[in-house]
Structures are given as C-alpha cells and as structure tokens.
C-alpha cells in the first residue's frame, strides 16, 4: 500500500554541479553525499540527485510545496532555471508553476493553502 510521497529523484549527470546548485536553492547542504546518490531532506520528504540517468521534461511531475509561488519562482529564475509554465491559479486559492532547472529536469512548484502537514505521515 502507498503511505504517500518519500522522495523525488532528479537525474544529475553532473552531480558536483546538481549538488551545488540544489544546495543554493534548499540553503543547506545535503544529509547523504556519496558518488552514486545526494539526498537533501526538504520538509520531511527527499530531493534526491542520481548520477546515472537522463535528464528530462516529460514524466511524472512532482510538485513541492512552497509558501509564496511569486518568490519562489522568481527566485528559481535568478539561480538560472528556465521557464517552463508561468505562476497559474488553478482554483480554489491554488497556484502552480514549473521551471526547468540548470540540468534538464522539469522542477514543479506548488501554492496550496489546503495542504495539511498534519496529515502526513
């Protein structure tokens, strides 16, 4: 049975640069560093980064939670992700956006002021 979302997995063939630049974005540094996997624990979950895979747009699609969507993705902007899909409200107070970071993968960004932390499990 699915308990719920563990860890997102980047691809990052270029790890040393995927570390470094996650690491900004996060502003910490990550809890696992080995040569074959990174993980950095974000609000209870993992951002994971994977030396041996492709890069990618297309695929699942997960969205990591932030407090001001505007911020967030202006701020991905400056690190030097692309624009993929612009700040969207999608109803209900529900705001939605995605960037492509440094390394070709899709990045989603979510507003969600119905989301209960206290759920998680």
Not at 29 to 52: R, W
């Amino acid at each position: 049975m699915i308990l719920g979302l563990r860890t997102v997995i980047y691809p990052a063939p270029d790890l040393g640069a995927a570390k470094r630049w996650y690491a900004e974005l996060l502003d910490q540094a990550p809890y696992f560093d080995e040569p074959f996997y990174v993980g950095f624990a974000v609000g209870g979950f993992e951002l994971g980064l994977l030396p041996n895979a492709q890069p990618g747009t297309a695929g699942p699609q997960p969205l990591w939670g932030v407090a001001d969507i505007s911020s967030a993705y202006a701020r991905l902007l400056t690190l030097g992700a692309t624009e993929l899909e612009p700040v969207t409200e999608v109803g209900g107070g529900i705001k939605v956006a995605a960037v492509q970071d440094p390394f070709g993968n899709r990045l989603g960004i979510i507003e969600n002021p119905h989301f209960d932390a206290s759920a998680v499990r």
